[in-house]
């Protein structure tokens, strides 16, 4: 099975970048024998706000990899981020049995994560974080747990707006 190199992004033509997360070999038993094919989750960002994920099965891995980049591209999310690249507040996310959660952190911290959620942050142009995976460490449920957590951050004027109040006195 293929070394695969969670730090490396790859940026396409349309400016996206892309990460492999993990790539499996799955088998699927019938009466001829065995089936090998094989899955690829993909994160798709633009450091910019923007990121997604997806799987991708096929029979050779960089098949797989393609069609998970394209899976993750029709799922992209917009997140919410601040001035120095920070997530507007502390949120929760749980996808299956993993939970991760997200924590501001001042300019200068960095991302301090583990391997799967640092992928997706990365990739969302999130550069200064802390992040604590609870519950199932499974690599794929915990980059869909971190993006149902950055798909439930709200700006400031959202907030303020869905209350009915100024930017000023929610900062208050």
Same mark, same amino acid.
């Given at each position: 099975m293929r070394q695969n190199d969670n730090r490396r992004a790859e940026k396409e033509d349309n400016g996206l970048l892309d990460? +492999?997360? %993990? &790539?499996?070999? #799955?088998?699927? #038993? +019938?009466?001829?024998?065995?089936?090998m094919r094989f899955s690829a989750l993909v994160v798709v960002g633009d450091g910019n706000g923007h990121v997604g994920a997806g799987l991708g099965k096929a029979a050779e891995i960089p098949e797989a &990899?393609?069609?998970?980049?394209?899976? *993750?591209?029709?799922?992209?999310? /917009? #997140? !919410?981020?601040?001035?120095?690249?920070? &997530?507007?507040?502390?949120?929760?996310?749980?996808?299956?049995? %993993?939970? #991760? @959660?997200?924590?501001? %952190? /001042?300019?200068?911290?960095? +991302?301090?994560?583990?391997? !799967? !959620?640092? *992928? +997706?942050?990365?990739?969302?142009?999130?550069?200064?974080?802390?992040?604590?995976? @609870?519950g199932s460490n499974n690599k794929q449920n915990v980059v869909f747990a971190t993006l149902a957590a950055l798909k439930g951050l709200k700006t400031p004027e959202e907030v303020a707006r869905l209350r009915g109040k100024t930017v000023d006195e929610i900062r208050a």
């Open positions: 990460r +492999v997360v %993990a &790539i499996k070999r #799955v088998t699927k #038993v +019938v009466k001829g024998g065995r089936n &990899i393609r069609k998970g980049k394209e899976d *993750a591209q029709k799922h992209m999310i /917009p #997140v !919410a981020r601040t001035d120095y690249n920070s &997530i507007t507040h502390d949120n929760y996310g749980k996808f299956g049995g %993993a939970s #991760v @959660l997200l924590k501001r %952190a /001042p300019e200068g911290t960095g +991302v301090i994560s583990g391997g !799967a !959620a640092r *992928a +997706v942050v990365e990739l969302a142009g999130i550069k200064n974080i802390r992040t604590k995976s @609870l």
